[in-house]
């Protein structure tokens, strides 16, 4: 089990010497996410459906990271963490994580079919805007368990505070990842 004893104390300077640095390399991080999207803008432009999907997957994507890894902070300094397998609540987290975004991500297709569909048409059929949300909201959601669980047990090992770190990295990292979903299930079926 993992305890919250290694962490630095709260204070502003030790939240700013573990953040400071990681908010420099994540804001470079959101740069590449920018130029990704930059990268398929004519395909966005080209059906607006896509062009919804956009910031609602960023988004989801983002909250959802952001729901695992506050859990996983709170069991941390709960001292009832550990990244093994048997451990029934890091199984049970993860799970909800990815059924979660399983039942979410296909009900965002159908909106965001149904609000181009029923103002300006929609080019994309509802089974294209359909398999392009839940194929990326699936490639997300075990994406963003890697990532919560590497930065977690990450801020661990450096004897971080989970609550400095994690949820600014995962969420700006499942931004970016977000981006780079969508635009993979984008290419492949639009």
């Not at 740069?31 to 999907?53: K, N, R, T, W």
């Not at 990815?98 to 009900?107: D, G, Q």
């Amino acid at each position: 089990m993992l305890g919250g004893q290694g962490t630095q104390q709260w204070t502003l300077r030790g939240i700013l010497r573990a953040t400071m640095p990681v908010l420099l390399v994540l804001t470079i991080v959101a740069v590449g996410s920018g130029l990704v999207l930059g990268g398929f803008e004519d395909a966005l432009y080209e059906h607006p459906s896509l062009l919804i999907l956009v910031p609602v997957t960023i988004g989801t994507a983002g909250s959802l990271g952001s729901l695992l890894a506050s859990r996983l902070s709170t069991a941390f300094h709960l001292g009832t963490l550990s990244f093994s397998l048997d451990n029934e609540d890091l199984v049970g987290h993860t799970l909800a994580t990815v059924l979660l975004a399983l039942s979410v991500f296909p009900i965002v297709g159908v909106g965001a079919w149904a609000i181009v569909a029923g103002t300006v048409g929609s080019e994309l059929g509802l089974t294209t805007v359909l398999t392009i949300a839940t194929g990326s909201g699936a490639a997300l959601s075990v994406l963003t368990v890697a990532v919560t669980l590497a930065t977690t047990y990450g801020a661990y090992v450096l004897g971080l505070d989970p609550d400095d770190v994690v949820i600014p990295v995962v969420t700006v990292t499942c931004d970016v990842l977000g981006v780079v979903a969508l635009y993979v299930m984008v290419t492949l079926f639009a």
